[in-house]
């Protein structure tokens, strides 16, 4: 019994693990018993022996160095990396500075880049892995009242490389899914006007954290799905909707 336990229990790498789908995300796999491998700009040591907690800025290629190697170290494999940490500025398209720009990329597009890249050798030595990149709704059905074009360059890169990697590595035990929510009740949100966020969703609420981390779950254990892109929006990605008054 103990033996069919140790095979059962995964390596989970999350980064922006501080808050909200993060730290939901944490909670979620270490109630199936996984272990974790939690990552953000600023995040505490945890004192569960089964979280390895790593401070740094994803965006740094030297961060996601050591994230796999500690990980590594402290575990002896990686079987899953959820891709969670991303920025979002949302304004208008001429209104966004060099600063935002070089923001959002930086983590959204370069901080997946290092670490999946990293994550991905060691996945290919190990003969399998699971590697799962938060999206958003956006990229498919953007708002006119809710301008996010930085949102769109960079989230809508992680959705076709999502496909991309999944085709490349289907024959050598690597799943690549996504997971694409619409506005979810984070701390990200609190000071904004939420009664008008959950207007811009079909189903009229906000999506909950815990709502994405069933998502995420599922992917993982859904051993035949890859190059999915699996929309938590409430309907968001389906088409134009009125917005209720």
């Known amino acids: 019994m103990a033996q069919s336990q140790k ?28 272990r974790v491998v939690a990552n953000s700009r600023s995040l505490k040591p945890s004192t569960d022996p089964d979280i390895l907690s790593i401070a740094g800025d ?22 899953t990396l959820v891709n969670n940490a991303g920025i979002f500025i949302g304004k208008p ?45 956006l990229v498919d059905q953007p708002l006119g009242v809710l301008p996010t074009g930085l949102a769109a360059l960079s989230k809508g890169g992680l959705a076709a490389i999502t496909k991309s990697l999944a085709t490349e590595y289907a024959t050598k035990g690597i799943r690549v899914n996504a997971v694409s929510p619409g506005i ?16 811009l969703q079909p189903m009229g609420r906000l999506g909950e954290a815990a709502e994405i981390v069933d998502a995420v779950l599922y992917l993982d254990q859904a051993a035949f799905v890859t190059g999915e892109i699996l929309h938590v929006d409430g309907g968001a990605h389906a088409g134009q909707w009125q917005i209720a008054s």
């Open 93 to 137: 398209f001429t209104d966004y500075t060099a600063d935002d720009f070089n923001a959002v990329m930086s983590v959204n597009v370069a901080g997946f880049f290092h670490i999946t890249q990293r994550v991905a050798r060691q996945m290919l030595q190990q003969g399998s892995g699971h590697i799962v990149n938060m999206t958003t709704s």
């Open 7 to 34: 095979v059962s229990q995964k390596v989970i790498v999350i980064t922006g693990a501080s808050q909200g789908i993060g730290a939901a995300l944490v909670e979620g796999f270490r109630a199936q018993g996984h």
């Open 58 to 79: 994803i965006a740094d290629p030297a961060v996601a160095d050591q994230l796999v190697a500690r990980a590594l170290e402290r575990f002896g494999r990686i079987d």
């Open 184 to 199: 979810i009740r984070t701390p990200m949100n609190e000071q904004a006007d939420r009664v008008f966020l959950a207007k």
